[in-house]
């Protein structure tokens, strides 16, 4: 059953923290953050999120901002939401963050759901901070969000501008009002935290079978890396280019087929040919089109999270080749991309 007011708790504010927490906190939850000192200025006020789809600024209020993982000790949250990205888990100061909550959190039964994906890294957040997988879930945001003056950042029609520019995070909603997906498993939990997502009764959480949830999050990969040798130049120019389009839909078969994915990961990679991956790329921008498919992309996976992108691939390779399996075009996807890189 969903808590009554349940205490949340956002490690990082960055646009999906933020976007995360409003959707929570129009649910009734009572949101906590966890920043660097540095952010504690910018989240002195009530933050404004500009939504493309109707132009409208809402506003983020009345929640705590903590900076030091010591003063956590003893307190129990209903979910912890760790926004960090996979590379960011893996630094130095990221394992360093993850065995702090650990130390502070692993023992009080709160739940955290990791919202970076990858190969590994499910495991690398439960070796660092101790969590039990009964208390460990996956999910990420299915919502598009940036901060509003980042370097490279989406921009809106100038009809838009000034409202946009007024605010300090931008979100597009897709047109099923999913804003959230996750691994249904620890089930319990999992179906606590849809419940309680879903009450903001603008977006909802749908849960999807953790295998499904893996592999659909890992084969999103190679998109990105085809669109950076690309060029960033649209879904169009991107489909056209049919050879690299083609090593792009043969590497996400190869990663769905992985061992990892069992028989749900072989049936996939039958039912994603190339015309139903064209099919669904150009839906997807479609859906997109207030913000723009390819220009999120190029904000976010092809600049703050591109380490997280490339990591999951090389992870992808690496579990391929323990398995006797040499994912070919997965390889070919990485060295074009380097080459470019020089």
């Given at each position: 059953?969903?808590?009554?007011?349940?205490?949340?708790?956002?490690v990082?504010?960055?646009?999906?923290?933020?976007?995360?927490?409003?959707?929570?906190?129009l649910?009734?939850?009572?949101?906590?953050?966890?920043?660097?000192?540095?952010?504690?200025?910018?989240?002195?006020?009530?933050?404004?999120?500009?939504?493309?789809?109707?132009?409208?600024?809402?506003?983020?209020?009345?929640?705590?901002v903590?900076?030091?993982?010591?003063?956590?000790?003893?307190?129990?949250?209903?979910?912890?939401?760790?926004?960090?990205d996979?590379?960011?888990?893996?630094?130095?100061?990221?394992?360093?963050?993850?065995?702090?909550?650990?130390?502070?959190?692993?023992?009080?039964?709160?739940?955290?759901?990791?919202?970076?994906?990858?190969?590994?890294l499910?495991?690398?957040v439960q070796?660092?901070?101790?969590?039990d997988?009964?208390?460990?879930?996956?999910g990420?945001?299915?919502?598009?969000?940036?901060?509003?003056?980042?370097?490279?950042?989406?921009?809106?029609?100038?009809?838009?501008?000034?409202?946009?520019?007024s605010?300090?995070?931008?979100?597009l909603?897709?047109?099923?009002?999913?804003?959230?997906?996750?691994?249904s498993?620890?089930?319990a939990?999992?179906?606590?935290?849809?419940?309680?997502?879903?009450?903001?009764?603008v977006?909802?959480?749908?849960?999807?079978?953790?295998?499904?949830?893996s592999?659909?999050?890992?084969?999103?990969?190679p998109?990105?890396?085809?669109?950076?040798?690309?060029?960033?130049?649209g879904?169009e120019?991107?489909?056209?280019?049919?050879?690299?389009?083609?090593?792009?839909?043969?590497?996400?078969?190869?990663?769905?087929r992985?061992?990892?994915?069992?028989?749900?990961?072989?049936?996939?990679?039958?039912?994603?040919?190339?015309?139903?991956?064209?099919?669904?790329?150009r839906?997807?921008?479609?859906?997109?089109?207030?913000?723009?498919?390819t220009?999120?992309?190029r904000?976010?996976?092809?600049?703050?999270?591109?380490?997280?992108?490339?990591?999951?691939?090389?992870?992808?390779?690496?579990?391929?080749?323990?398995?006797?399996r040499?994912?070919?075009?997965?390889?070919?996807?990485?060295?074009?991309f380097?080459?470019?890189?020089?």
């Amino acid at each position: 059953m969903t808590p009554a007011q349940p205490h949340i708790l956002v490690v990082g504010a960055g646009a999906l923290g933020l976007t995360c927490a409003y959707h929570l906190r129009l649910a009734g939850a009572q949101i906590s953050f966890l920043v660097r000192p540095h952010r504690v200025a910018a989240l002195s006020r009530p933050q404004t999120l500009f939504h493309c789809n109707d132009h409208g600024l809402n506003t983020l209020a009345d929640y705590r901002v903590l900076t030091d993982t010591a003063k956590l000790k003893g307190q129990r949250f209903d979910f912890v939401l760790l926004t960090l990205d996979g590379a960011t888990c893996r630094s130095e100061q990221g394992v360093a963050t993850l065995r702090a909550l650990g130390a502070a959190l692993a023992d009080t039964g709160s739940n955290l759901l990791i919202c970076g994906v990858g190969i590994g890294l499910y495991e690398h957040v439960q070796a660092a901070t101790g969590f039990d997988t009964q208390h460990l879930l996956q999910g990420t945001m299915k919502i598009f969000a940036y901060q509003v003056g980042a370097p490279d950042a989406p921009r809106p029609p100038d009809t838009q501008a000034q409202a946009h520019d007024s605010a300090d995070i931008a979100y597009l909603s897709f047109p099923d009002h999913v804003g959230f997906i996750m691994a249904s498993r620890p089930r319990a939990a999992a179906k606590v935290f849809a419940e309680l997502y879903g009450r903001s009764g603008v977006s909802s959480c749908r849960l999807l079978p953790a295998t499904v949830y893996s592999a659909t999050t890992s084969m999103f990969s190679p998109l990105i890396l085809d669109s950076q040798i690309n060029g960033w130049r649209g879904t169009e120019s991107l489909l056209a280019d049919r050879e690299l389009w083609q090593l792009c839909c043969r590497s996400q078969r190869e990663i769905l087929r992985l061992k990892r994915y069992g028989l749900v990961g072989k049936l996939l990679a039958l039912l994603m040919t190339d015309a139903a991956l064209e099919k669904k790329m150009r839906e997807t921008d479609r859906d997109a089109g207030p913000m723009g498919y390819t220009a999120f992309n190029r904000f976010h996976h092809g600049g703050k999270v591109l380490a997280q992108n490339l990591q999951i691939l090389a992870n992808c390779v690496a579990t391929g080749e323990r398995a006797g399996r040499e994912l070919r075009a997965t390889r070919s996807l990485l060295q074009r991309f380097r080459e470019q890189r020089g």
